[in-house]
Nanobody, 123 residues
Framework: VQLQAYGGGMVQAGGSLRLSCAAR????????MGWFRQAPGKEREFVAAINWNGGSTKYGDSVKGRFTISRDRTKGTAILQMNSLQPEDTAVYYC?????????????????WGQGTQVTVSS
């Protein structure tokens, strides 16, 4: 199974970006999905997660109220809508598929990882 994350880019502070994550190899519509990010010199951190049917979501404290995670089970994609972006949101963003159908906030609970997509926010 391969996860492909796309939609990153460069945006000015206050702008928006929409990241998408798609699975290749088999459907992951019954897995929880999540997004993590890693800024230069920092550890990878949790951003957002969603359970298998989209009924439950969780967010990292730094993105609450600005980011929204969703999924389209028919397309097998997970979406991260990022609004009000700030320079501190600059990082490589990774999508991941959990080992179970539940949402997860810990990296060890994820089985499949995408390659990452760069998000750069300028001030």
């Amino acid at each position: 199974v391969q996860l492909q994350a796309y939609g990153g880019g460069m945006v000015q502070a206050g702008g928006s970006l929409r990241l998408s994550c798609a699975a290749r190899g088999r459907t992951l519509s019954n897995n929880g999905m999540g997004w993590f990010r890693q800024a230069p010199g920092k550890e990878r951190e949790f951003v957002a997660a969603i359970n298998w049917n989209g009924g439950s979501t969780k967010y990292g404290d730094s993105v609450k109220g600005r980011f929204t995670i969703s999924r389209d089970r028919t397309k097998g994609t997970a979406i991260l809508q990022m609004n009000s972006l700030q320079p501190e949101d600059t990082a490589v963003y990774y999508c991941a598929a959990a080992r179970s159908s539940s949402l997860a906030m810990v990296q060890s609970e994820y089985r499949y990882w995408g390659q990452g997509t760069q998000v750069t926010v300028s001030s």
